[in-house]
């Protein structure tokens, strides 16, 4: 896929934090629990960590006790990239920001009482968060 943000290894490195590009950009998971956005609770947009474009509202975050923070839509369909992911030995999908094409985190089925069913499971250090009044 063809991004409208594309940049060098290079300049991502220089960008980013080596955990953020660990994730962001070479798809690893941080520990659950640990995420900084986690327990968030303000009204607010949450942007992608690379490239700061819009991913999911607050009003979608919802509590999944998986250890993530959990959004069970993105801000629109176009926002997201969804992936195939086989890298465990299981089907999984990968979301990615549509813009950049960095890593955000997996989208599940189980979102359960949800209006959509589905638990877009992301990873905080993805994620930039900016409060709205």
Same mark, same amino acid.
């Given at each position: 896929? *063809?991004? #409208? ?5 290079? #300049? ?17 998971? #941080? ?19 690379? =490239? ?10 919802? *509590? ?25 030995? +299981?089907?999984?999908? #990968?979301?990615? =920001?549509?813009? =950049? ?8 089925? *189980? ?9 877009? =499971? ?9 409060? +709205? *009044?």
């Amino acid at each position: 896929m *063809d991004y #409208e943000v594309t940049k060098s290894d290079a #300049e991502w490195k220089a960008e980013l934090t080596p955990e953020q590009y660990e994730v962001l950009r070479g798809a690893a998971t #941080e520990r659950a629990w640990t995420g900084e956005l986690l327990d968030e609770g303000r009204s607010g947009i949450y942007t992608c960590g690379a =490239c700061n474009a819009e991913l999911f509202k607050s009003g979608t975050k919802f *509590d999944s006790g998986c250890g993530w923070p959990s959004f069970y839509e993105s801000v629109r369909p176009e926002a997201v990239e969804l992936l195939e992911d086989r890298s465990l030995g +299981v089907v999984r999908t #990968e979301v990615r =920001c549509a813009a =950049c094409g960095s890593h955000l985190g997996h989208v599940f089925d *189980d979102g359960f009482g949800t209006p959509t069913g589905d638990r877009y =499971c992301m990873n905080s250090i993805s994620l930039n968060f900016t409060p +709205v *009044d």
